[in-house]
């Protein structure tokens, strides 16, 4: 019998460029999370799912477009990797405290890179690919095809 798991299967979903695609990025994030047992630093990965997805909106999306968010477990259940995918032009950068105007905005990936074990930049033709990791343990095993539970009646 083959006892061997494999990870949780990667998840994603395209969001139109609208506001309340913010608060449905957290949710859907959320509940990937809860469904693959993680636990552990979920609320850090939902608040970085956040941060990135409010970005895609007001930098990286242009009118018409959308953004592709995919959530993607690494490392047999060390972690998971959340990527944003937009069409924009521009690549983000860290804002300098000094550069900063005082106020709500600015600090998104800040916040980032301080929950995030890493973070970066990739391209996409058109866009880019804003990406981080977030180390963490699934609580359960994930269930394979041959280890799946059976019901008894």
């Known amino acids: 019998m083959n006892k061997e798991t494999q990870p949780p299967s990667p998840r994603e979903r395209l ?15 959320r ?13 850090d990965v ?18 018409g477009r959308g953004f592709l968010l995919r959530l993607l477990p690494y490392g047999d259940g060390a ?8 069409s924009g032009d521009g690549v983000p950068a860290m804002p300098q405290a000094e550069e900063r105007e005082p106020g709500e905005g600015g600090r998104g990936l800040l916040l980032v890179s301080e929950l995030a074990d890493k973070w970066g930049v990739g391209e996409r033709g058109p866009g880019k ?11 359960r095993p994930p269930v394979t095809a041959r280890t799946a539970p059976t019901r008894s009646t």
């Open 46 to 63: 939902v608040l970085c799912v956040s941060e990135l997805a409010t970005n895609a909106l007001l930098h990286g999306v242009p009118p």
């Open 129 to 139: 690919i804003v990406w981080c990791e977030v180390g963490a343990a699934w609580a």
């Open 15 to 29: 969001y139109r460029r609208e506001r309340r695609s913010v608060p449905a990025a957290r949710a859907f994030a």
């Open 31 to 43: 509940e990937a999370l809860a469904e693959w047992g993680m636990r552990e630093r979920a609320d």
């Open 79 to 86: 972690g998971v990797r959340v990527e944003v995918h937009d």
